[in-house]
């Protein structure tokens, strides 16, 4: 539904933001019994971002990751198409773009993370022009298959960026997958392939990285540590990486860039009373563990858009969903919220065209595997390639986004 400027709602429960975790929650909270829970979400499509890294290393099609907002809006909650612009803590009271208002008696807040595409100077103009391209938008994913599998020479570059993202490992997953399409097509050695991540190992667990360097050399990456994208000069094609330990800076020359851009919080977010006071990320205060607000009681916050300890991920906020769920549902009967969410994160990386490499990890980035114990599948498999190819979509569009999982 659409509200007129002026006009005024009241919901039980109103969640900002209709992705991943504001569609699995309104879902959850549908089957918990709630009756009145409302979306705010402005966009038409929704998008399963995990498949972006397979439609940039081909294999995926872009249509797999988009379905009309409509369709995945569980039956019985309201979708207002619209953009929240502030929230005011105080009446309870969230503004929207449109001049219309909406009070609740608990506001949920998942409007995701942004892309700050000109926090490096050139990039934006580099993505726009015809040899730049990600995985961490979805009309730049199929360009960059496009790049990747028509190259027969030459170098690509492919940067992670410092500090919060959303799945950062995801920022390799093309790499790999071009590397494969590169050996499968006899080219690889013709291909100087560089990638410069921000940490001082490729991943930041023991089993992961050991991994990931086997594979990195077994396709003759060239890896930059605890390094930085400095700026890009889109038409003489050329990338500053900047070392942060040494502050040595390299020119690289390339013929295709992949880049993944910096992230923060959402704009409007950073300016509301939401973040902790004295940060200046912007991200949501929560409880980390109940994800409540600490001073806005009737607020609660899930998915990348909040202050949480986890690395940010699609898995972290399957478990999410379920806690803050059960806790509002609590709530509601008069009760303490009672149930933690124990810092689960996950990120699958796609090693090659056919196996996965899947890390399982806690907010130190210790192993947590989702069998105790059983830390087999951090290493290359068919089977987790399968699991997170062919059958994660699926539960994702059937069960995940209908709180069923
Ligand atoms: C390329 C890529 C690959 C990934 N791969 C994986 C993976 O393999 N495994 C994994 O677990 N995770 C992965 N992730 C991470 C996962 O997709 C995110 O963690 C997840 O989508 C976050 O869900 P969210 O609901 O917080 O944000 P989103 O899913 O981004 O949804 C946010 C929603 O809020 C809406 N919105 C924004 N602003 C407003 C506003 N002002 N008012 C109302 N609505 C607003 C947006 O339109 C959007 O629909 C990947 C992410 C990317 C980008």
Redesign the pocket.
């Known amino acids: 539904m659409n509200l007129a400027p002026g006009e005024q709602r009241h919901h039980e429960v109103l969640i900002?933001?209709?992705?991943?975790?504001?569609i699995s929650l309104a879902g959850r909270l549908r089957r918990y019994r709630f009756r009145d829970v409302a979306v705010?979400?402005?966009?038409s499509r929704?998008l399963y971002?995990?498949l972006?890294?397979h439609i940039a290393g081909g294999t995926a099609d872009a249509f797999e990751a988009v379905r009309l907002q409509s369709a995945v809006t569980p039956p019985g909650v309201t979708w207002i198409q619209d953009?929240?612009?502030d929230v005011s803590a105080d009446t309870h009271t969230v503004l929207l773009h449109s001049g219309s208002a909406v009070t609740y008696d608990h506001l949920v807040i998942?409007?995701?993370?942004q892309n700050d595409w000109t926090a490096v100077p050139g990039l934006k103009e580099a993505m726009e022009g015809p040899h730049g391209a990600s995985?961490?938008e979805y009309e730049l994913a199929p360009k960059a298959w496009d790049l990747l599998r028509t190259l027969t020479s030459g170098t690509v570059v492919f940067t992670q960026p410092p500090g919060p993202a959303?799945?950062a490992g995801?920022a390799q997953k093309p790499l790999y997958l071009a590397c494969d399409h590169w050996r499968r097509e006899g080219v690889l050695k013709d291909i100087r392939v560089i990638l410069a991540v921000p940490t001082p190992t490729i991943f930041g667990m023991e089993i992961i990285d050991e991994e990931l360097n086997r594979k990195t050399a077994e396709y003759g990456v060239e890896v930059r540590f605890s390094t930085e994208l400095a700026s890009v000069e889109p038409v003489g094609r050329t990338v500053e990486l900047v070392g942060t330990v040494t502050g040595v800076a390299e020119t690289v020359a390339y013929d295709v860039l992949h880049a993944v851009p910096p992230q923060s919080a959402?704009q409007?977010l950073k300016s509301t009373d939401l973040p902790a006071p004295g940060t200046t990320d912007g991200f949501v205060e929560v409880d980390p563990v109940i994800l409540r607000h600490p001073r806005f009681p009737r607020i609660w916050s899930l998915?990348?858009?909040a202050s949480t300890l986890n690395s940010?991920?699609?898995?972290?906020?399957r478990e999410q969903a379920t806690v803050l769920a059960k806790n509002l549902r609590a709530v509601r009967k008069g009760r303490k919220p009672g149930t933690e969410y124990n810092q689960y994160s996950?990120?699958?990386f796609v090693v090659s065209r056919n196996t996965v490499v899947f890390s399982e990890f806690d907010d130190k980035y210790d192993p947590m595997p989702t069998v105790p114990g059983w830390n087999d599948l951090a290493r290359e498999r068919r089977l987790t390639f399968i699991a997170?190819r062919v059958m994660l979509p699926w539960v994702y569009w059937n069960l995940i986004l209908r709180g069923r999982a």
């Open positions: 900002i933001g209709g992705g991943n975790a504001g705010v979400e402005p966009k929704h971002q995990p972006f890294s953009k929240a612009v998942c409007p995701g993370i995985n961490y959303s799945c995801a959402p409007w998915g990348d858009a940010k991920s699609g898995a972290a906020l996950a990120c699958p997170e």
